[in-house]
């Protein structure tokens, strides 16, 4: 593996194939700061090519099990795969990610697989700004089939969920839980349903369930309405027929410009956001110091009020 940290190196040891090389850019990425930024600015110009898909749920629905057989149905065909693990650090996925390690094992050894997870280390926008820069840079080096995993609990988590250009939502046969997913915001985002432990009882009252909540939300009349299949990630029953799900979703989104639509979206989104934090960033810093403690003192003590003290603030910028 290279044993330098310069990311022009690492990125062109990683186009070569080197793993380890792809693992050390992936980690600037999750840091953030310059190095990071770096990774993104030779990435960007280099991706544009790959398909993502989505696939989010409730904790335990499935989700990492459907993905190591959707490898397993991919590699079949020889399709080149790179799955990230998003990794919310919340108290709901402590420890899962050993079990998705275990999980995902299977595939290890295969060059043809990349798996990664990925986690915030909590500074401000680091997921949802660190996995679509980590899916350029996949994309960048040449994989161009990206999962993304996501448990669909949290804001920020079913945002990353909804970003990608298919989305497979997870739900479990039995009474309630396409209504937690519906509240959960899941519904809105589904592309395909799957649900998944299909050996259980109860699958015609959940496809049922999500039937009539498809048909009470207000789908346009000529638009894509999600399919659902049911699965049994642990045999790998109705792999086949979930994938058949995703490239028809792919097919229609690529033909009525829904894709080029969504993508665009994305790409005004994540902008905003980059400059929403660096404006942010900029008011940490001009909130400091010995002008700062003046205004401060003066709005504590009434003398000033707050809208004075921040238009003092900013004289200097254009805000
Ligand atoms: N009976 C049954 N069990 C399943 C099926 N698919 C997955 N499981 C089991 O469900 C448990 C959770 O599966 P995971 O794949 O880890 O679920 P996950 O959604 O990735 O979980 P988190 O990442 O923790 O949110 C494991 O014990 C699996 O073996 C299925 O189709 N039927
Ligand atoms: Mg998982």
Not at 29 to 47: D, K, Q
Not at 293 to 302: E, F, N, R
């Amino acid at each position: 593996m290279a044993r330098t940290s310069d990311p022009n190196e690492l990125f062109t040891a990683a186009q070569d194939g080197d793993r380890g090389a792809l693992a050390r850019l992936l980690s600037l990425i999750e840091a953030g700061g310059e190095p990071g930024r770096r990774v993104g600015r030779l990435a960007y110009p280099r991706s544009g090519q790959a398909y993502t898909i989505g696939l989010t749920g409730a904790p335990g629905s499935g989700k990492s099990t459907l993905t190591s057989a959707v490898i397993g149905h991919l590699r079949s065909t020889d399709l080149e795969v790179a799955v990230l693990a998003i990794d919310p650090s919340s108290p709901f996925t402590g420890g899962a990610i050993l079990g998705d390690r275990v999980r995902m094992q299977d595939h290890a050894t295969d060059p043809g697989v990349f798996i990664r997870s990925m986690a915030t280390r909590g500074h401000l926008g680091g997921l949802s700004l660190a996995t679509p820069e980590a899916v350029r840079l996949l994309d960048a080096i040449g994989r161009h089939w990206i999962l993304v995993e996501t448990v669909g609990v949290g804001q920020v988590e079913v945002e990353i969920a909804g970003k990608a250009d298919t989305t497979v939502v997870v739900v479990n046969p039995g009474w309630g839980d396409s209504v937690q997913a519906n509240k959960a915001g899941l519904m809105e985002i589904a592309d395909v349903f799957v649900i998944n432990k299909a050996d259980r009882k109860g699958v015609d009252e959940t496809r049922r369930d999500l039937e009539q909540m498809l048909d009470l939300s207000d789908l346009p009349h000529d638009a894509w309405r999600p399919p659902i299949v049911p699965t049994v990630g642990t045999t790998a029953d109705g792999i086949p027929e979930m994938w058949d799900a995703v490239l028809a979703h792919r097919a229609y989104a690529q033909s009525s410009g829904q894709l080029v639509e969504r993508r665009g979206y994305r790409a005004r989104e994540e902008l905003r956001e980059i400059v929403t934090n660096r404006l942010r960033e900029r008011a940490r810093e001009l909130c400091t110091g010995e002008r700062w403690d003046q205004l401060t003192d003066g709005v504590a003590s009434h003398t000033l009020d707050p809208w004075t003290a921040a238009d003092e603030m900013l004289g200097g910028i254009d805000a």
